[in-house]
């Protein structure tokens, strides 16, 4: 259904990530704990986010490369049955001009 809506699976998955860690550090910043274990707290969380982010992205930049070689493969696939077609009918028009001319 997301796919529907023009979203990806990464995507969405990168949108709870982000969410999940501005949820947690909200959490913290308002925990009663000392600022120094907070702040500690923060830079680890912040830490996670950005590998989960990078992860993300990774898996993101790997699909789109898949789905541009096979996007290539089908433009080349195409364009060797487009160029066979027009030659079929360059042939075919040949062969009707020669029957016109040796009648």
Known sequence: MSEERGYSGSA??????LGG?????LAMLFAPESGR???????????????K????SDELRDKAEEV???GREVLEEK?????????????AIQRERDRLSSH
């Open 12 to 17: 969405i998955a990168l949108g709870f990530i």
């Open 53 to 56: 982010t990078i992860d993300v």
């Open 37 to 51: 274990r907070t702040r500690e707290r923060l830079r680890d969380l912040a830490a996670d986010a950005r590998d």
């Open 21 to 25: 860690a501005l949820g947690a550090s």
């Open 79 to 91: 364009k060797s049955i487009l160029s066979a077609a027009v030659q079929a009918g360059k042939e």
């Open 68 to 70: 541009l070689e096979r």
